[in-house]
């Protein structure tokens, strides 16, 4: 069974940075283009960040380039997405999900929650 | 990229069929036959229903159906069930990455 599982959500004040981690498993890992969509709270869905299989290219939500950066170690079956200069607005619990086909969220993790709060 | 629209709520009794609408434009919903919807009950992760506008995952439900037309994507729930109470959200390709839509309150009445 394909699963995902996100880990890293904390308390973090403003302007802090904060790195979350997803494990996958149950499928090959490499042959997937993998994405980030936060939730925040009360809101709807919003795509994050998405990252290609070989990791060559990479696409970000306006609002969070040159802040968030996404990674992956496929030899680990790990997606990462590091984010700095945190702001309130990025409260939010955040997915990791399987891309299949592509822009197509086949499999999401339970999700981890960040929250930025003085 | 704007949000693609979805009403805030919609509502129908059990055995009813209920379709919930997505309108985009022609830069996203128009432009490509990628459009999915998810079903997500409160506290849990998105599950998908739909994808590439009206297919199925495998070992996805049949009272689930998917449409286009021009920049307005469907999605139609059939014999609805208490269970199928949830928040529907829609999302499309958009060439790089995918836009949601605000998502749409399903109540079984």
């Known amino acids: 069974e394909d699963q995902l599982m996100e880990s890293g959500g904390d308390l973090v004040q403003p302007g802090g940075s904060l790195t979350l981690s997803c494990s996958g498993s149950?499928?090959?890992?490499?042959?997937?283009?993998m994405s980030w969509v936060r939730q925040a709270p009360g809101k709807g869905l919003e795509w994050v960040a998405n990252?290609?299989?070989?990791?060559?290219?990479?696409y970000y939500l306006d609002s969070v380039k040159a802040r968030f950066t996404i990674s992956r170690d496929n030899a680990k079956r790990s997606l990462n997405l590091e984010m700095n200069n945190l702001r309130a607005a990025d409260t939010a619990v955040y997915y990791c999900?399987?891309?299949?086909?592509?822009?197509?969220?086949?499999?999401w993790g339970r999700g981890t929650v960040v929250t930025v709060s003085p | 990229q704007s949000a693609l629209t979805q009403p805030r709520s919609v509502a129908g009794s059990p055995g009813q069929s209920v379709t919930i609408s997505c309108t985009g434009t022609?830069?996203?919903?128009?432009?490509?036959?990628?459009v999915s919807w998810y079903q997500q009950h409160p506290g849990r992760a998105p599950k998908l229903l739909i994808y590439?506008?009206?297919k199925r995952p495998s070992g996805g439900s049949t009272r689930f159906s998917g449409s286009k037309s021009g920049n307005t994507a469907s999605l139609t729930i059939s014999g609805l069930q208490t269970g199928d109470e949830a928040d529907y959200y829609c999302?499309?390709?958009?060439?790089?990455?995918?836009?949601f839509g605000g998502g749409t309150t399903l109540t079984v009445l």
């Open positions: 590439d506008v009206k």
């Open positions: 022609y830069s996203d919903i128009g432009a490509y036959n990628y």
């Open positions: 999302g499309s390709f958009v060439g790089t990455n995918t836009v």
């Open positions: 999900a399987k891309e299949n086909p592509r822009a197509t969220f086949e499999i």
């Open positions: 990252i290609r299989q070989d990791g060559s290219e990479k």
């Open positions: 149950g499928f090959t890992f490499s042959y997937y283009w």
